[in-house]
């Protein structure tokens, strides 16, 4: 699988996560369709929700004038997967992390996703 559809797939598992508490496995299983599983794929999931509570923390300190609850749960697991990237899989440049997240954010986002998530992050990448 390459990594763009893993990064989406995992994006769809992390959703499924948030909205129904699904476990990782099943969430991850769901969203593979009878796909070969996929360690990136995992690692993105499993990674993501092992550091959330600081993820999410990095996420609110660089919103302004917006809450964390406020953030559409699209974009904020998008932000969230590419924190993860960023900050614990030293084998993603950060800006290859950062244009991933903007071009899933156009997909699955609405219209103002991508500029929104290009900035969150370009403050991360700046810390």
């Given at each position: 699988?390459?990594?763009?559809?893993?990064?989406?797939?995992?994006?769809?598992?992390?959703?499924?996560?948030?909205?129904s508490?699904?476990?990782?496995?099943?969430?991850?299983?769901?969203?593979?369709?009878?796909q070969?599983?996929?360690?990136?794929?995992?690692?993105?999931?499993?990674?993501?929700?092992?550091?959330?509570?600081?993820?999410?923390?990095?996420?609110?300190?660089?919103?302004?004038?917006?809450?964390?609850?406020?953030?559409?749960?699209?974009?904020?697991?998008i932000?969230?997967?590419?924190?993860?990237?960023?900050?614990?899989?030293?084998?993603?440049?950060?800006?290859?992390?950062?244009?991933?997240?903007?071009?899933?954010a156009?997909?699955?986002?609405?219209?103002?996703?991508?500029?929104?998530?290009?900035?969150?992050?370009?403050?991360?990448?700046?810390?």
């Amino acid at each position: 699988m390459k990594r763009r559809m893993a990064r989406e797939k995992a994006l769809q598992a992390l959703y499924q996560i948030d909205i129904s508490g699904a476990e990782t496995s099943h969430a991850i299983e769901f969203v593979l369709e009878d796909q070969k599983a996929d360690l990136f794929l995992q690692d993105l999931v499993e990674g993501t929700l092992k550091h959330l509570h600081e993820i999410d923390q990095e996420i609110s300190k660089h919103l302004e004038n917006w809450s964390f609850d406020r953030l559409s749960k699209v974009d904020a697991n998008i932000l969230r997967l590419a924190i993860y990237e960023m900050k614990y899989n030293e084998d993603v440049p950060d800006n290859v992390a950062i244009n991933e997240a903007v071009e899933i954010a156009k997909t699955f986002g609405d219209d103002k996703s991508g500029k929104f998530i290009n900035g969150i992050l370009s403050k991360v990448k700046g810390e």
